[in-house]
């Protein structure tokens, strides 16, 4: 079976595969760079640690529908793990055996590590955010005051890592205000003391921090004809931007950014170091030891010669 092909849930029926197979599910599929990124890494621990030299990581195309299935035919055909994405990491939250610790705030899962009893979930989502913003932008969240776009399951979970890391206040826009609102409902509880707020991104209200993080996790940005999340001239001076988009690598938010002379990063880099954790809780192999190897894969999937 070859790993670059987009798999489905007939080929899983009849799987027979010998080796340590991991997988990616979602829906669309075929634009995932994750199994070039962990393939790659899987062939750099081969050299040196032979018993990894049958581990492949495979893609499947899997609508909704049909995850309660595909999770029970993986764990049947003895997959070591599987990382979800769109649209599947809420709905897998309430299919799995047990939840890390971590994962439970979220509310929703991207890796499961098959255990005889049954699938338990992941999320290295936040590890992902936070190893970027360290490598890319030199920014740790403690003590930052974040201003985050987004109400949806990736703001969920970066919001939960900027709280959980201490952050000094978290501002949150969205375009819709319910989904705003839900999302400060869940978030209130882990806050403490930290300042939480919720905002209209049209209309950013005084008393913003100046010196923030600003991070996207809108998909604002992912088709070329998308407006910025926010006019980011209208914020007191941040420190920084991050995008949670790679692809395309330069978005108008990052655009503005840059106009404005901020320092600013795309999502690649999370993309990788939330990989890396995953292929950490697979295998054992520290995630620090693998996001270089990866951080080059995921490079030249992107930009193929
Ligand atoms: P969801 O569908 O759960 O949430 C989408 C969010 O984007 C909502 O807040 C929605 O607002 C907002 N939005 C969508 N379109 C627009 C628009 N035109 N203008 C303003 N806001 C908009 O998606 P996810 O949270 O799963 O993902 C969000 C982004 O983060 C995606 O681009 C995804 O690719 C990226 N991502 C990157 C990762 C990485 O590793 N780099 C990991 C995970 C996600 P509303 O509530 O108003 O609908």
Request: aromatic share 6%.
């Amino acid at each position: 079976m070859s790993a670059d092909a987009v798999l489905t849930l007939s080929d899983l029926e009849s799987w027979s595969r010998p080796g340590t197979s991991l997988a990616v599910l979602g829906q669309p599929i075929g634009h995932s760079i994750s199994p070039a990124m962990h393939n790659a890494a899987l062939a750099d621990i081969a050299i040196s640690n032979p018993s990894f030299a049958d581990w492949r990581y495979f893609r499947f195309e899997i609508p909704p529908a049909d995850l309660p299935r595909a999770l029970e035919l993986f764990h049947a055909k003895k997959f070591r793990g599987l990382n979800l994405t769109v649209p599947h990491k809420v709905l897998a939250f309430d299919r799995v055996a047990t939840v890390a610790e971590a994962a439970r705030p979220v509310g929703a899962v991207n890796t499961l590590l098959w255990e005889a009893r049954g699938w338990r979930g992941h999320n290295t989502d936040g590890y992902g955010l936070v190893g970027a913003l360290r490598q890319d932008l030199g920014c740790d969240l403690a003590g930052k005051h974040v201003i985050l776009l987004g109400a949806g399951g990736a703001a969920r979970s970066a919001g939960v890592e900027c709280l959980r890391r201490n952050c000094a206040s978290l501002s949150i826009a969205n375009r819709t205000r319910e989904n705003l609102d839900a999302l400060l409902a869940v978030l209130a509880p882990l806050a403490g003391g930290i300042p939480l707020r919720g905002f209209a991104p049209d209309t950013p209200p005084a008393g913003l921090p100046a010196g923030a993080v600003v991070i996207n996790a809108t998909s604002a940005g992912l088709r070329a004809a998308d407006p910025a999340p926010i006019e980011l001239q209208r914020l007191p001076r941040p420190a920084s931007v991050f995008d949670m988009i790679y692809n395309p690598p330069q978005t108008p938010l990052l655009r503005a950014a840059a106009a404005l002379g901020l320092p600013h990063a795309n999502g690649l880099s999370m993309l990788v170091h939330q990989g890396a954790k995953s292929l950490e809780i697979w295998s054992g192999i520290p995630a620090g030891g693998t996001a270089p190897v990866m951080q080059a894969a995921a490079r030249a999937a992107l930009n193929p010669k």
